[in-house]
């Protein structure tokens, strides 16, 4: 991680100074987007035996627009300061069936194809129905059995130490950004159409995207009524961080990557990558 001095904008100070993190400053927006392309691409690639799904190609594209197209919302704040971040490191939330959920950060997820974000997700997922995990959804289970009483002082005792100084906590295993850039989450899977989700203060996130479930529509294509395949995304926004331009572009680049299904299944080296 690295400190950039323009990404101090003036709004950007006056809303750290204003807004409580991040409880005052969400915003919420709602788009739609065409995925047939890509529903057509996975149908092809399941007949060829290659499991993929939507989430791993939204993954993809969400990654590669923040790290290419939008920068400078790829970044949070650490005592009053904007700090950016270095990749666009999905946080990927995960149904492995019923009730049961599992999360993991897809490191420098705009290098990665949609087949590599399946891959390491099956794997993480695998892992879950055994009985084991890593990360921040591992040390869950050790601060639950905390008594109540202190477990509040002990959960901003870690947060302080894990996001406001930037230091690992090595006796639960958490590295110091263990969220990632921004997160991920399918509800769809369960039947949902639109959803509101919650910004996850400490994970230090301007923006949590929820994709809802897809629906055939009728729409204008070269001026021809067609039907395709609509899927809804619903994105929390920290407004310290986010504003209406910025969440436009950001939109647009996940809507067009979208359209090409095939390079999104490519591994993606960019121009400015580390």
Same mark, same amino acid.
């Given at each position: 991680?690295?400190?950039?001095?323009?990404?101090?904008?003036?709004?950007?100070?006056?809303?750290?100074?204003?807004?409580?993190?991040?409880?005052?400053?969400?915003?919420?927006?709602?788009?739609?987007?065409?995925?047939?392309?890509?529903?057509?691409?996975?149908?092809?690639?399941?007949?060829?035996?290659?499991?993929?799904?939507?989430?791993?190609?939204?993954?993809?594209?969400?990654?590669?627009? #923040?790290?290419?197209? !939008? *920068?400078?919302?790829?970044?949070?704040?650490?005592?009053?300061? +904007? %700090? /950016?971040?270095?990749?666009?490191?999905?946080?990927?939330?995960?149904?492995?069936?019923?009730?049961?959920?599992?999360?993991?950060?897809?490191?420098?997820?705009?290098?990665?194809?949609?087949?590599?974000?399946?891959?390491?997700?099956?794997?993480?997922?695998?892992?879950?129905?055994?009985?084991?995990?890593?990360?921040?959804?591992?040390?869950?289970?050790?601060?639950?059995?905390?008594?109540?009483?202190?477990?509040?002082?002990?959960?901003?005792?870690?947060?302080?130490?894990?996001?406001?100084?930037?230091?690992?906590?090595?006796?639960?295993?958490?590295?110091?950004?263990?969220?990632?850039?921004?997160?991920?989450?399918?509800?769809?899977?369960?039947? #949902?159409?639109?959803? !509101? *989700?919650?910004?996850?203060?400490?994970?230090?996130?301007?923006? +949590? %995207? /929820?994709?809802?479930?897809?629906?055939?529509?009728?729409?204008?294509?070269?001026?021809?009524?067609?039907?395709?395949?609509?899927?809804?995304?619903?994105?929390t926004f920290d407004h310290r961080i986010v504003d209406g331009y910025q969440a436009g572009v950001l939109t647009k680049g996940v809507e067009r990557r979208l359209q090409d299904p095939v390079t999104l299944d490519r591994p993606n080296?960019?121009?400015?990558?580390?």
């Amino acid at each position: 991680m690295s400190k950039t001095k323009n990404l101090m904008s003036s709004w950007r100070q006056l809303a750290i100074a204003t807004y409580v993190a991040p409880k005052d400053s969400r915003i919420y927006g709602t788009y739609e987007v065409d995925v047939t392309s890509v529903l057509e691409y996975i149908k092809e690639k399941k007949a060829a035996g290659i499991h993929l799904t939507i989430t791993y190609f939204v993954a993809a594209a969400i990654a590669r627009a #923040l790290y290419e197209d !939008m *920068p400078e919302v790829n970044c949070f704040i650490r005592r009053g300061q +904007v %700090v /950016a971040r270095e990749n666009a490191d999905l946080f990927l939330s995960v149904n492995v069936g019923g009730t049961a959920m599992t999360g993991l950060v897809l490191r420098k997820c705009q290098e990665l194809s949609a087949t590599e974000i399946g891959q390491i997700t099956q794997k993480v997922v695998e892992k879950k129905r055994q009985g084991e995990e890593e990360g921040a959804f591992a040390a869950k289970d050790k601060l639950a059995k905390i008594p109540w009483p202190f477990r509040r002082p002990v959960f901003l005792f870690i947060k302080w130490w894990i996001f406001d100084m930037g230091w690992a906590f090595p006796f639960l295993k958490i590295k110091p950004d263990p969220f990632g850039s921004i997160m991920l989450t399918n509800i769809g899977t369960f039947g #949902l159409h639109t959803g !509101m *989700p919650a910004l996850f203060p400490i994970g230090k996130l301007p923006a +949590v %995207v /929820a994709m809802g479930k897809i629906t055939k529509k009728p729409v204008v294509v070269d001026d021809r009524i067609v039907i395709r395949d609509i899927l809804p995304l619903t994105g929390t926004f920290d407004h310290r961080i986010v504003d209406g331009y910025q969440a436009g572009v950001l939109t647009k680049g996940v809507e067009r990557r979208l359209q090409d299904p095939v390079t999104l299944d490519r591994p993606n080296i960019p121009a400015n990558s580390n």
